[in-house]
């Protein structure tokens, strides 16, 4: 049985794919024990794998969760590709026609998907959990911009970005939207 890569060594692979912003760096990914490897993971026309037509940005790698952005179904949303089973997970009334999703974090265990959500020109943090299929509202209340959310291994913690009095600076909040560390 394969060991999953060391989750640090991913961690910093991702870090590096967000920063990319490509798909080229998937190539290191999962090097686990060793060398790095290629993914040999199919071209699916129909958009129900991992790699599609479609631009898919802003990759994230929990083992054996790969969360990323695309732009597959006429709008920008959140997809899940289980890396152990090969297959694209469905999450259940996490995207929307309306609204563009962008920056996804997920926790070790695949429960929760942290993102950030454009809606009628205002962006907030929203939390998503596969086990109750319920998106929360994070910032509904915080009168400020925010982006580029990630959330801890153990889903208790959400850092991201907030512009308050024209600075970027960051906040952490638990997952019921409670402010934990301020700027």
């Known amino acids: 049985m394969d060991t999953p890569p060391p989750r640090l060594y991913l961690q910093t692979i991702a870090n590096l794919l967000k920063q990319s912003l490509t798909w080229a760096g998937l190539a290191f990914l999962l090097g686990g024990c060793g060398y790095p490897r290629y993914l040999s993971l199919s ?29 597959r179904n006429g709008t ?49 943090i929203v939390l998503y959990d596969r086990q109750t299929e319920q998106k929360r509202n994070l910032t509904a209340d915080l009168a400020a911009d925010t982006r580029n959310p990630v959330i801890n291994a153990n889903g208790d913690r959400i850092a991201f970005e907030v512009a308050q009095d024209g600075q970027w600076d960051i906040m952490v909040m638990d997952t019921q939207g409670q402010i934990i560390a301020t700027p």
Do not use: M, W
Request: glycine share 6%; net charge negative; no cysteine.
């Open 43 to 71: 071209f699916d026309r129909s958009g129900r794998g991992v790699n599609s037509a479609s631009e898919e940005i802003f990759p994230q790698v929990t083992y054996p969760f790969l969360v990323f952005t695309s732009d």
């Open 76 to 124: 920008q949303g959140i997809y899940l590709y289980n890396l152990q089973n090969n297959r694209l997970e469905t999450l259940p009334r996490l995207n929307a026609l309306d609204q563009v999703a962008s920056h996804p974090s997920i926790t070790e265990d695949g429960r929760y998907i942290v993102f950030a959500l454009s809606r009628q020109g205002k962006t907030d």
